[in-house]
């Protein structure tokens, strides 16, 4: 009867945890949607809650006691998983048996499995590598050409209290659909662009400048996310607090995060995380290097001088980031004069409405890239390049937003194997990649929007296992 009476309310409790799951996904959804819709104004509202910044000298400690402690990822429930053997078959459990759609995968990849990037090269064809800067320019009039037909509605929509439902439906859609522009600058970042330089500098720095994203200050630092990826100490994007954190190694807070997520609840904690993350948390990088690794410090991507750390910004960089300073500058002159001639409701709603949407998908691209329950993050001594990229997880985004987007999410393994492989040749390399690699290549078959309420409610702080690896616990 014991057994009985465990066995019923074990049913129980486990209905009830997929029924809170369900209506977890349900507000995900919604707050999601309201995330990236949202204007400028709500933007301001909601950078009230405390923030943090990583690093811990005394000058950034001033800092944070003038703007807060540290904007970064948290969730409430995070996953722990024993550190695994070379050998270690079937799939990983956690202490309470949550998995990704990888189900345990990423765990499971030991650094045999993981291929040279000479390995990767064989199979990969020749032509993959080859960039047109004529298709590239097509990419790019195509994308322009939808954001433009996109704003040629919006003039047409009254800026009026009744009409803010339409505002908020138009900006989901251009935001959405400029968002298209923003990942082909992104390429002329990485020279996937053209074999013309000074051509794909150029609608790189313009395009960029024109989202309000430092072009040289982000290729730089984006460089070194690559060049790190899930690197505990160096990473330089979405690096989780440890606990029992070494300062000099790891990002301290991982305690504070366990408990500020185990006091709010399961929900609300993860509604935060989705609501701070997609509305706050991409320009907290561009200002405050926020979710980066301790290596660096309290970076700024526009003032690479004191009273911001130097070491992100070596020989050549600072005057390229003052070069991307100036860029930007010259967008915010001209909407200005847009504000004063037409109106700030006018600039608010035409340009900062998609410009918020814009830099939500950025952050739900590289935040569902690198992270998940079962993906662990690694030291110094177990890091390197090729077991970063091979921890990238491809993920489902459809027809329609890989023709928007350029395949952003769903190419993203090979893009970070070598990421000068143009868009329009990422899917041919990342077919042959998970066929020559199954046990490497990850991807997560999960309704991205299942997968980003997952992680926001998951994936808070990591403990460090005697393996090297960084695995995420539990509050």
């Not at 070596?314 to 004069?337: Q, R, Y």
């Not at 001639?341 to 830099?359: F, I, K, Q, S």
């Not at 952050?363 to 890091?383: C, F, G, I, M, R």
Request: charged residues 15%; positive net charge; glycine residues 8%.
């Amino acid at each position: 009867r014991p057994c009985q009476a465990g066995a019923v309310l074990c049913g129980v409790a486990d209905r009830a945890e997929r029924r809170g799951l369900e209506r977890g996904e349900t507000m995900a959804r919604t707050f999601s949607l309201l995330t990236l819709t949202a204007l400028p104004l709500t933007c301001a509202m909601l950078a009230a809650p405390r923030t943090y910044f990583r690093g811990a000298s005394s000058q950034q400690l001033l800092v944070n006691r003038m703007i807060g402690d540290r904007v970064r990822s948290k969730a409430v429930q995070c996953v722990i998983a024993a550190p695994i053997s070379d050998e270690a078959v079937g799939p990983v459990k956690s202490s309470h048996g949550l998995l990704s759609g990888l189900q345990g995968k990423a765990l499971q990849v030991a650094a045999a499995d993981v291929p040279t990037k000479a390995e990767v090269r064989g199979v990969v064809p020749d032509h993959c590598y080859q960039r047109s800067t004529l298709r590239s320019m097509g990419c790019v009039l195509q994308s322009a050409l939808c954001t433009a037909a996109c704003a040629l509605v919006g003039m047409r929509i009254p800026l009026t209290l009744a009409a803010f439902p339409l505002w908020l439906g138009w900006s989901a859609v251009t935001g959405t659909v400029a968002m298209g522009l923003w990942v082909l600058a992104h390429e002329c970042g990485h020279g996937a662009f053209s074999d013309n330089r000074v051509l794909q500098d150029v609608v790189g720095f313009i395009l960029h400048s024109a989202l309000l994203v430092p072009y040289f200050s982000w290729q730089r630092s984006h460089a070194v996310h690559h060049a790190r990826t899930n690197h505990i100490t160096e990473g330089e994007t979405h690096v989780p607090t440890v606990v029992d954190a070494r300062a000099e190694f790891e990002s301290v807070g991982g305690e504070a995060d366990l408990k500020l997520a185990k006091t709010l609840g399961y929900t609300p904690h993860g509604v935060l995380q989705v609501v701070l993350h997609l509305l706050v948390g991409w320009p907290a990088y561009l200002l405050f290097g926020a979710t980066g690794g301790p290596r660096y410090g309290l970076t700024n991507h526009f003032v690479p001088r004191w009273p911001f750390s130097t070491k992100l910004w070596p020989n050549k960089w600072p005057s390229k980031v003052w070069a991307s300073s100036a860029g930007v500058a010259v967008t915010l002159a001209v909407l200005a004069l847009w504000a004063r001639t037409a109106g700030l409701t006018t600039v608010l709603a035409l340009y900062g409405g998609p410009l918020l949407v814009v830099n939500a998908w950025l952050v739900v691209y590289t935040w569902l890239q690198h992270t998940d329950v079962d993906v662990p993050h690694l030291s110094a001594k177990e890091h390197t390049f090729m077991r970063g990229a091979f921890l990238t997880v491809d993920r489902p985004y459809g027809r329609l937003f890989d023709w928007l987007h350029h395949r952003i999410g769903s190419t993203h393994v090979a893009h970070h194997i070598d990421c000068t492989i143009p868009h329009y040749h990422a899917r041919e390399a990342t077919d042959r990649i998970a066929e020559a690699f199954p046990k490497a290549y990850l991807y997560d078959p999960t309704p991205v929007h299942k997968a980003l309420w997952r992680v926001a409610c998951n994936c808070i702080s990591v403990k460090r296992g005697d393996d090297g690896r960084y695995t995420w616990v539990t509050p």
